[in-house]
DNA sequence: TTTT
DNA sequence: TTTT
């Protein structure tokens, strides 16, 4: 479909340390849960309330996958920029389940640390993004904030991903 | 949690005509089904894919219920604006489920219509947004494209929805 | 025209501390400086390079303006929504000028403060817009992150705003 | 600064067929004008109002260039994605001026066809970025919706951009 | 200068 | 289940 946009903009915080698993063929897979929440006063009784939301983030991004293995802890707030998902999975009595996640993949998905936490000596923009490999040509101090690579080494992660029914 | 964002934003089409229900007491909740997609160029095969993603839209907004009733139907060209929310219900085993769904409800939702269809002789932005009521005082032709009305008569719908827990 | 969108979404430091003027008629009007920066590192030198990018972000919305007065101080991290304006103006040689800024007025726009700072006891999300008004009923701390109010007490700001021509 | 997000996001309509120039090294750079509006009932008159608001958008990724040549119209409505940038220039009387444009060119830049014109035969999502050209191995029906190639040829042309001072 |  |  021409003309489609799939995005989703969370600020929250983390909270878990993320979990790295890593595909078949090697590529990492971070989860996170992240926490958003809204307040607001009471019409009637005047009393404060809070609404918490928690979102799972999964990150193919081999590149953003890095960052969040070194800098991403449990309690840090981040800025995500992502595409919904919904994948269809089984259940142990062999029922149809599905589960909508926050997908850090390929083109403008992003992740910002937003509390200055992990910063090891240099600060990092999506700027970075503009060589063939965030990360690889990065000999100096890591990127807490970054963007995903694209065509770097042997092959875009992106095409492969969808490509790729991978087991996650 | 100060200083959090839990944004939704979609261009997509409408599968099927919206379905309206009503809460017992009487307010309107609209479901609607959206469905984006990304093609893309297979690297190996040269082939063009693409992947569709469906999405469960909830208007809580009376406002926007009514746009919705109105005008959106099957196949319809939407711009939404919404936030991420899961919730949980049990299954007929008694089992836990969970659904997520982009709700448009509160500050910040949107529902804009992107091909023109069903406008009933007046484009309406979201500045109609400004008064009590956007469609109350709305005289003429009724708005295809509209913000959520806050603080209209018997008060804010957001904050009972959120107090509330509507069975939905 | 229906289907319109114009939103900025802004993640930056405040440049100094903000100025608050007011109308005749007595209405706040914020003025803000944010910056945004990318960091890349060049493809040929290999060096850490750095472009800022500085903004000037108006508040006229009145709850967003205490926010502002309150809280917001030179060096905080703020998350901004709001929307281009360009408005034109005359030097002193009489010829005309314009500039564009991010306008936080209507429906949409948010500020919300990223660094915890000046949370003077209590966390308040854009669920605290509920109500009429965003601060008026708020008998407690008042909220250092917040969305703007509408509707609240003679009228609605966002469509006199847009009827009166402000000189600002 | 770690944790910077500078974001604009417009849907509307071309004001007129773009211009396309050409960098000394051959890159090419367009430039289009977007309308965006917003319409409101008055409070007082109950009169329906409207007010426009056109943005200047400078594309420099030559793929989206490219897009824009063959497909965008004088009236097409587009979703549009990308940064703020304000750059100075000296009038004729040598003094200093500012222009601020919406700049589609790294990371994260989009541009969509939202009203379906111009498509020669095929849809193309951001999937298509995948590739390390968007448009070099596409040897079919171009893509109307597109998003910026990385990393293509003779090396970014992201970082070259932000590098060399481009007079336009 | 667009669009509704 | 949409759209191209």
């Known amino acids: 479909m021409a003309g489609s946009v799939n995005k989703v903009i969370l600020i929250g915080n983390v909270g878990a340390d993320p979990e790295i698993r890593r595909t078949q063929d090697g590529r990492p897979i971070a989860n996170l849960r992240i926490a958003t929440s809204e307040t607001w006063r009471d019409r009637n009784s005047g009393e404060r309330r809070e609404k918490t939301e928690w979102h799972t983030v999964v990150v193919f991004n081999e590149g ?28 142990q009595q062999g029922q149809d389940r599905y589960s909508t996640e926050v997908v850090l993949q390929g083109f403008g ?16 923009g999506r700027g970075s993004a ?22 770097g080494g042997g092959g875009s992660n992106f095409s492969r991903d969808l490509d790729d029914d991978i087991p996650f």
């Open 130 to 151: 503009g060589g063939g490999n965030d990360y690889g040509d990065d000999y100096g101090a890591p990127a807490p904030s970054s963007s995903p690579s694209r065509g």
């Open 109 to 124: 998905s992003t992740l910002t640390m937003l509390d200055g936490r992990g910063e090891g000596g240099g600060a990092s």
């Open 64 to 91: 953003l996958c890095k960052v969040v293995e070194q800098y991403v802890k449990k309690g840090a707030k981040l800025y995500i920029e992502g595409q919904l998902q919904t994948r269809k999975w089984q259940d």
